[in-house]
């Protein structure tokens, strides 16, 4: 994902996008970084909003304080995202596959408290923009031929990027063999686009040259973090907590909280893999409302620290944000839109059922 967003930089695909921006409000730019990072969150999968998120943001701001609070408020939106949509993050994913849940109703049951993860961190982020503004939008220098091959790699490289997880759901393989089939398809693609150019214009365009700017340091820290996570599943750490968890606190929205809060500490997929090992598809029948609830709080929860997300470790290497920092600055307000979600969960299933 990394390599194909690297490619679509390299072509000023971005350009496209920020020079349809128009206003220079931080403020307003704020909310519409959230609500692009929202709506694509559901298509694409978090990690990968994620990072073209954060790229497009860095093309537009140029203060350094600025881009890390922009880049705090896309990881809470493209958690929230990912939560309602059976494509958006792999613990509904894994859900869904699962038979917990189907995927109309898992949209109408959290749509509504996804977006209130997001709106109290958005207004709250947003004020502190309330009176500034952007110097300006940065000018496309490019050629219309430029232009024209910027157009097709974003297009090119968005679509393969929805690829990935309707290729994994129909497939069943893993996602980075979509992922490898969609580079591939992107590499076939820049090469038939250049053919014919001068060997020395044609190497900052290749997926070649993609992969040497690829941040590795970070690729390496996020898999060491999945290791650590692993190794605790292996030993069965994971699935005592769940039946401790079971066993303490009884009330199945308290296990679905306390689950939300502990996977900004460890990974939500072996916690939620845990919990479908655990909880009986006879007495949490396929769209009972505590799956619906686990996959808003283990998809949302994990904002509460840079960690505890795969958007968040990516974020975390792209912006080289400092983890006290986020934990300072965003994870209080990503607590807040936390429980707004719970809150708009339990009044919508009080109302409606």
Request: with cysteine; aromatic share 8%.
């Amino acid at each position: 994902a990394m390599t194909i967003v690297e490619l679509i930089d390299s072509h000023n695909g971005f350009d496209i996008i920020t020079q349809r921006i128009r206003t220079t409000s931080k403020a307003k730019l704020l909310v519409f970084v959230t609500f692009l990072t929202f709506c694509l969150s559901a298509l694409l999968d978090n990690l990968t909003t994620a990072i073209v998120m954060t790229s497009l943001c860095a093309k537009i701001l140029t203060e350094r304080e600025d881009k890390l609070w922009f880049a705090g408020m896309v990881i809470i939106a493209a958690n929230a995202g990912g939560a309602w949509s059976p494509l958006g993050d792999v613990t509904t994913t894994m859900l869904w596959i699962g038979g917990q849940i189907t995927a109309l109703n898992i949209i109408k049951q959290l749509l509504l408290p996804s977006i209130a993860v997001c709106i109290l961190p958005a207004i709250i982020i947003a004020r502190r923009f309330k009176k500034s503004r952007i110097a300006s939008i940065p000018v496309s220098t490019c050629t219309p031929e430029e232009k024209k091959d910027g157009r097709i790699i974003l297009v090119a490289g968005i679509g393969f990027l929805v690829f990935v997880p309707v290729f994994k759901t129909v497939t069943h393989l893993p996602p980075f063999m979509g992922m490898l089939l969609a580079l591939g398809m992107m590499w076939v693609i820049t090469t038939v686009l250049h053919k014919g150019k001068e060997q020395g214009l044609l190497e900052k365009y290749t997926v070649a040259h993609a992969l040497q700017r690829v941040d590795t340091p970070s690729i390496l820290f996020f898999l060491g973090i999945l290791l650590a996570v692993a190794a605790l599943n292996s030993i069965g750490m994971l699935t005592q907590l769940a039946g401790v968890l079971n066993s303490t606190l009884k009330n199945d929205y308290l296990i679905g909280s306390t689950l939300g809060l502990l996977s900004a500490i460890v990974d939500n997929v072996p916690l939620v893999a845990a919990s479908q090992g655990m909880y009986d598809m006879t007495t949490y029948p396929t769209d009972h409302p505590f799956w619906e609830f686990l996959a808003l709080t283990t998809g949302t929860g994990g904002s509460a620290i840079i960690i505890g997300s795969a958007a968040g470790v990516a974020v975390m290497g792209i912006e080289q944000i400092d983890f006290m920092w986020y934990l300072k600055k965003i994870s209080l307000l990503a607590l807040l839109g936390f429980i707004s979600g719970i809150i708009i969960f339990l009044a919508q299933h009080a109302i409606v059922g």
